[in-house]
């Protein structure tokens, strides 16, 4: 698989949702308790670390919690995932976030 891209707050890998386009999160209701977003509160900038080649920034969702996004997709975490380095999410219409 490869370096992946994963969150600082917990280590855990990042995905990204085939249905989302640049800037839109179409995870919404049901989705979002499966596939929780990647959120930061209102004035925080995210950031990348060493190896991260693409920009970060933020997308307003239907309920006003901002939502991380890398290269303009949205982020993601699995619900399935219970530990730094776990892949359990890597499966059709989902995908591994590489930097």
């Known amino acids: 698989m490869g370096t992946l891209l994963v969150a600082a707050s917990n280590g855990h890998t990042l995905y990204t949702f085939n249905s989302d386009t640049l800037?839109?999160?179409n995870c919404k209701s049901g989705c979002s308790?499966?596939?929780?977003?990647?959120?930061?509160?209102?004035?925080?900038?995210?950031?990348g670390g060493a190896g991260v080649t693409g920009p970060l920034g933020t997308i307003t969702r239907d309920d006003g919690s901002l939502q991380?996004?890398?290269?303009g997709l949205p982020l993601y975490f699995f619900h399935g995932d219970?530990?730094?380095g776990d892949t359990n999410g890597n499966y059709t219409g989902w995908k591994l976030v590489k930097p």
């Open 82 to 84: 219970s530990k730094p």
């Open 23 to 25: 800037g839109v999160s």
């Open 33 to 47: 308790s499966t596939w929780p977003p990647l959120s930061v509160p209102a004035g925080v900038t995210p950031s």
């Open 68 to 71: 991380v996004t890398y290269k």
